[in-house]
Each structure stands twice: as C-alpha cells, then as structure tokens.
C-alpha cells in the first residue's frame, strides 16, 4: 500500500482513503455554530475507512451532543474510472482489498458489490447526500447511513438512482422534492463540498476537523481509537460535559436503529465477543433481526424501520 494514490486503495494501518487530487491552499474553516465546537467530518458513501469509524462518531455524538455539531461534506472519493494506480485499475480490483480491511476496522463489509454491479462512481450517491440534506439534516445522515448499509452489506450499487430512491423512501424524505434537489441544486452543493476539501487541503478520508468558536482546531486524520476524538474536543472545550447515556440494548437501538457487533461493543462498554453473544442472544428470543453477510452481521430492531 505504499506509493498509494488510488482513492479506493485505503491504507487501513492510517485509516485513510485518499482523493488523486492535493491541495495546499490556505485554510478557511468558519465554524459557525450555535455549539461550543463543531465537527467537520470529510468522508463519502463509498469510504471503507469512513465506515471504520461509525462506531467512534456514533459513541462521540452520544457522549458529547450536546457540545458538539456535526457538518458532513462530501469529498468526491471516486470520479470514475479514467485512471490506474495502486493496483487498482478496474472495479473487480476493489473486491478483495474491501474484503480485507473489513477484518481490519472490525466491520461488515462484503467487497462482492465489485464483481456483481460495481459502482462507476462515487459522485452520484454523494450528490444524493446533499438533497437529502436541503430537506432534513437528520434524516441526511440516517440516509447515509441507509446507502453505506445498503453498498457495504447488501452490495447494492448505490450510484444507480433507483437504489437511492429506495434509501430516501425508507428515512422518510419526499421523494419528488428528492428527485428535483437531484437533478439540480444538490450537484452546485457537492461542487461546493469539493471546493471546500480542497481549499483546507484535504486529501482523504476520513478528516475531521474540530474547531471551536474562535477558530483553534484539532485534526483527527483517518481511522482512529475513540480516545481522540473525546480528547479533541476535550481540548477545544475542557468544560464539556459527557452525557451519560443508558448502555442497554433497548436504549441503544432505540438511538440507532442498526448496529454491528462492534458498535454495540463501544456503545455498550462490552467486551467484543461478549456484544456478539448478547445480540445474537436478542435475536433468539425475538427481539432483534440479523443480517450476516461473509464478513460480518449487522442487528436491527425486529419489524420496525427508521
């Protein structure tokens, strides 16, 4: 993985994605929020590293929700396929490497989508991100969520519109507004969320920015341990108070309608082996659903949707 700049070759040791592009412009963070910090999380649907961290993101907006706000924008992982480098010169290329930093990050991820119905590009889905953010902030981000289960677990192409479709109807966006913030406003907001990565210099995913109201920051570069996200925001904003939330399962899935063996591991404070045995345990006695693919499962709430 050395000498890397292929945007889907992801170095798991640094939790990074990369982008072919690099920029060292100025930076031109404006952290305007009603929050003591904001987050300004660069990631895409399609970043496998990105992915590694839902466990820390999900546990940190628990704990620190209250001090803190989150701003996604999307970085434009994968344009199409108009390049060749790293080993990686064609979607079946992609199979086996998702396949390996699964066990890596500790989180379902089945590469077959590449060999099956690959994505063209990374463009489509991001750009659906952003209508889905002009109608509900939070439905944006449970719609992220949906399209990363659905390209990661269910290998469905989510680049095609009727697989987006099928994410927006299930948050419960409007669809025709959906459809028309597609085709039109959402692509100007995706250009911008490019322009944004590259004026701070972002060259892969996933960055998070933490900045507080007089513009100090802290950087957390890749796939990281949760302890430096808390301690970033810890030191932005030493007076934080961390929310202690319920840890039983029924709180948890009530917060996030799906959870791998992983994130309920962290969310929980469970030991790994112990979080699979107890979710498997729910799913037993018919209070959860399961769904396994070759490189892990994911729970949800039996008979429920988002």
């Avoid at 590293?49 to 820390?56: F, K, M």
């Avoid at 799906?258 to 345990?281: D, I, M, P, V, W």
Wanted: charged share 25%.
């Amino acid at each position: 993985m050395e000498n890397n700049n292929n945007p889907l070759l992801c170095d798991p040791v640094e939790g990074i994605c990369g982008i072919p592009q690099t920029s060292t412009a100025a930076e031109v963070l404006t952290p305007n929020t009603e929050k003591p910090v904001k987050v300004i999380y660069f990631t895409d649907p399609i970043c496998s590293s990105c992915w590694g961290i839902e466990p820390q993101l999900r546990k940190l907006k628990l704990e620190y929700g209250n001090s803190i706000e989150i701003e996604y924008r999307m970085g434009g992982l994968l344009p199409d396929w108009s390049y060749n480098s790293g080993g990686i010169s064609k979607p079946s290329d992609v199979a086996h490497h998702w396949d390996e930093v699964s066990a890596y990050y500790d989180m379902p991820i089945d590469g077959d989508v590449w060999l099956e119905d690959p994505l063209q590009s990374s463009y489509p889905p991001s750009i659906a991100f952003k209508a889905a953010e002009m109608q509900d902030k939070a439905k944006a981000v449970l719609f992220l969520r949906e399209i990363r289960e659905m390209v990661f677990l269910k290998k469905k192409n989510i680049a095609k519109w009727e697989n987006l479709e099928i994410g927006a109807k299930k948050v419960g966006l409007n669809l025709e507004k959906f459809k028309t913030d597609f085709n039109n406003e959402a692509k100007i907001l995706f250009e911008e969320d490019l322009k944004f990565a590259k004026q701070n210099g972002v060259r892969g995913f996933p960055t998070i920015f933490i900045v507080d109201a007089k513009g100090e920051k802290e950087i957390v570069y890749g796939s990281k341990p949760y302890a430096f996200f808390e301690t970033s925001v810890l030191k932005l904003h030493p007076t934080a108070t961390k929310n202690e939330y319920a840890k039983n399962w029924e709180a948890l899935f009530s917060k996030y309608q799906s959870l791998t063996a992983k994130e309920f591991s962290e969310l929980s404070g469970t030991q790994r082996a112990e979080s699979e045995k107890r979710l498997n345990e729910l799913v037993t006695k018919g209070n959860l659903e399961k769904l396994t693919t070759k490189n892990g499962s994911i729970w949800t709430v039996k008979n429920t949707s988002r």
